[in-house]
C-alpha cells in the first residue's frame, strides 16, 4: 500500500464526475492555481461518462435550454461549448432544422461524454468510499486503499431514487424506475395485467409513457397532488434561475430562503408540458384502438402502504375524500430522489455544521462550514437548495456556481459574475 506521501496529489479532488464537477473541472485550468492534470481530478464510480443512463429513453427531453451547457454563461469563447460540440460533430444544421423546444437527453449525453473525454484527469470506476482529513488536506480511499490527496474537495455525488419505506419487505414486482428499462420485456408477457406507477413527476411520467408505447393495457399513475402540475416557465419564474435572485436571497434569513424556494418548487419541480402532451395524445391514440383509455391518471393519492396479496400488489392511499384501495400486478416507483451519501470518514463527519433543518451549513461561495478547516475547503455542488435557491438542484447555472467555487478558491475573481440587468425588485 503507497504511503500517503507516494500518492498523486492535486489541487482539487471532485468526488463524483456529473455534469456538476465536469462544470468545475472544465473551467478550473483558467484559475492557474496549479499544474496540468494534477491540478484537478474528478473520481466517479461509472465505468465512463454517464448521465442517468437508466433513465434514458429515446424521445425525452431536456426541461433547460441547451445554452445551459458546461461553460457558456460564464466563459462562451471555452472550447467545451455545446456550440462547439454541434460544430465539430457535424451535427448543427441537423438538429437546428429538427427544431426542437429542448433537446433530446440523448443529445445532452452525447455532448457531456464529448467534454468528459476533453476533460484531463477522471478516474472512472473509482468509488470514493471514505475521504478523511488529514489535518493537511484530505485523503481520498477507494478499492479499500488510499488513492490521492487533495488540498479542497468538490463533493458532486448528485441523487439517488428515493426508495419508500413501504417499499420494504415487498417482492421485486414492486420496483424502481430506474429499473423499469431492464425489467420491460419480461412485464411485456402480459400487457393485459393492471401495472401502477406511483409518482406524479418528470420520472413517473416518463414510465407511463414508456408502458402506453410498449403496448400495456391497463396502466395506473397515481400523483399525491392535488394534479399533474407542469412546470411554471413563464418569464417571471424564470428570474429564480439567474445569479440576481440567488444574490438576493443571500441577503435573506435562512427560514425567509427556504419558505420561498418551497414556494418555487413548482418551477422546476414539475413535468414538462410537451411531455404531458406526448403522453396525452399516445394515451388518446391507443383509446382509438382500444375504445378506453390504457392509462388513467389519479392525482391526489397518496400511497402510504403497501401489501402484497396473491399475485397483486394493493395499495393503500390517503386520499382528500378518505382512503382508498388500488391493485396491480406491478408497481413502478418513481417517488423522486434524494441526496447520495457523502463519504465522509466518521471524524470529518463529525466536523460537519449543520442547520436547524439537518441541512449541511453551506456558505454563500458553496464551501461547507466545518470545524478545523485551517484553508482546506469543501466545496458542495448540488446540495444547497434551501440556502442558495431552486437553480441548485438542476443544471440551469453550473458554470456560475464553478465560477464562483473557482473564486473563492483562488481568492480572487478569475471569473467575473454580473447579473445586474434585471427588472423584478424581489421583496420578502
Ligand atoms: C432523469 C433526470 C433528468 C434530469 N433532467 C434535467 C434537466 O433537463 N435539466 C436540469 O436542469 N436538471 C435535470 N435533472 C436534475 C439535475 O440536473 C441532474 O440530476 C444533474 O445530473 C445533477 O448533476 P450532478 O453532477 O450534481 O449529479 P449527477 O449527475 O447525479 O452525478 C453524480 C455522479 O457522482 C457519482 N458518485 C456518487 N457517489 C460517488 C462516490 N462515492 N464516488 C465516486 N463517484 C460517485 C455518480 O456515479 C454520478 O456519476 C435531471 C435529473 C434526472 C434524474
Redesign the pocket.
Known sequence: MPTPDALPSYQVAG????????SLAALFPAANLGSGAASIAL????PGP???PA??SPG?????SWM?DLVSLVDPRHPLTFMNYLVTSGRLFALLNAQFD?IP?LE?VRYLTWAARRIEGIHYD????RISYTGDGFLLH?GGRPVARAEHVSI????RATRPAWMEGLPGTAFIADDLGRRIDGLCADLAAPIAVVGGG??GL?CVLKLINAGFTDIRWLGRRQWFQTIDDSPVANEFYRPAHQQFLQQLSRGTRRRLVVEQGPT?DALTPGALRVLYQSNYDRMLDLDRFPAVLYPGRDVVSVAADGGDLVMRCDTPGGREEHRARHIVVAVG?EA??V?FDDDLAERVEYDDDGDMLIEPDYSLRWKGMNGHRIFV??RARYSHGVPD????L?PVRAATVINAMAGRPVFNVVDDLCPVRWIA
Open positions: 468526488i463524483g464526475a456529473g455534469p456538476a464537477n465536469l473520481f466517479d464510480s461509472q454517464a448521465w442517468h433513465l434514458l425525452v427531453r431536456m426541461q433547460t445551459k429542448t437527453r445532452y473509482t468509488t470514493i468510499e477507494a458532486g455525488v448528485g441523487t418528470q420520472t416518463e422546476g430522489r447520495s451519501p463519504p455542488l448540488n438542484a438542476n443544471l440551469t453550473l
